[in-house]
């Protein structure tokens, strides 16, 4: 089955600690991104890269990295530069392309720092 | 920058009845697209239906369909025959197009709640 997977579901973190959330997807799309949604809040994006090995900050970068070293996949880390990274992560992709820009979205990770 | 607005924090409707959900933008740009989203309470984001800017028809997908006033610049959602399913956070979201291909960044609303009552 095609689709996009993320990994862990809930992961969990001590203050001053890097995480790494996984995004893989076996659709062919190009494009991968990342989201941020805090409660009572739509997403926010962190990070996006339209090819391999290129990626651009989003409206929220700070406090976190990214790699694009395959099509499939597309990780991030929540570094612990970011002051508040408890939220719910989402990872989408899309094919880039002339009015192809229709973005899917895997189905997420719980991040709680204690 | 665009914004989005969905005015409307919490919505409930009768099963088997029709809603509409609200949704405004502030953009300059005369080439974009817009998309309502579903969250259902396990957080999947599901696309619902997608509309081009350059396209006078209104998007219909079964039982959901939008109004799309460009000059208003409003895009609400229509869903028909309401089912217990529908219940979930709807999100309006808009994507800049420039020079034939998108940028790939959506903005998105706040959300609505919509809850569907036996």
């Known amino acids: 089955d095609g689709g996009i997977t993320q990994s862990p579901k809930y992961l969990f973190r001590k203050e001053g600690q890097n995480v790494t959330l996984s995004c893989e997807q076996n659709?062919?799309?190009?494009?991968m991104y990342w989201y941020r949604q805090d409660p009572g809040q739509g997403l926010r994006l962190i990070y996006y890269?339209?090819?391999?090995?290129?990626?651009q900050k989003g409206d929220i970068a700070e406090g976190y990295s990214v790699s694009r070293e395959k099509k499939e996949s597309f990780p991030l880390t929540v570094t612990s530069a970011q002051k508040n990274p408890t939220a719910f992560y989402l990872c989408?992709?899309?094919?880039?392309?002339?009015?192809?820009?229709?973005?899917?979205f895997g189905p997420g990770t719980r991040l709680t720092v204690l | 920058a665009q914004t989005v607005t969905q005015s409307q924090p919490e919505m409930s409707v009768q099963e088997a009845e029709t809603v509409t959900l609200s949704c405004t933008y502030d953009?300059?740009?005369?080439?974009?697209?817009l998309f309502w989203y579903k969250q259902p309470p396990s957080r999947q984001m599901i696309l619902v239906i997608r509309?081009?800017?350059?396209?006078?028809q209104n998007a219909t997908e079964n039982r959901f369909s939008v109004n799309f006033q460009k000059a208003a610049k409003s895009f609400s959602l229509k869903i028909s025959d309401s089912q217990l399913g529908d219940t979930a956070m709807y999100f309006c979201?808009?994507?800049?197009?420039?020079?034939?291909?998108?940028?790939?960044?959506?903005?998105f609303g706040q959300g609505t709640i919509l809850t569907v009552h036996p």
């Open positions: 989408a992709s899309s094919i880039r392309g002339r009015y192809t820009d229709t973005q899917y």
């Open positions: 659709l062919n799309h190009d494009a």
């Open positions: 890269s339209q090819i391999v090995n290129d990626f």
């Open positions: 953009t300059s740009e005369s080439n974009y697209y």
């Open positions: 509309q081009e800017a350059y396209k006078q």
């Open positions: 979201a808009f994507m800049k197009i420039a020079g034939g291909t998108s940028y790939g960044k959506l903005t």
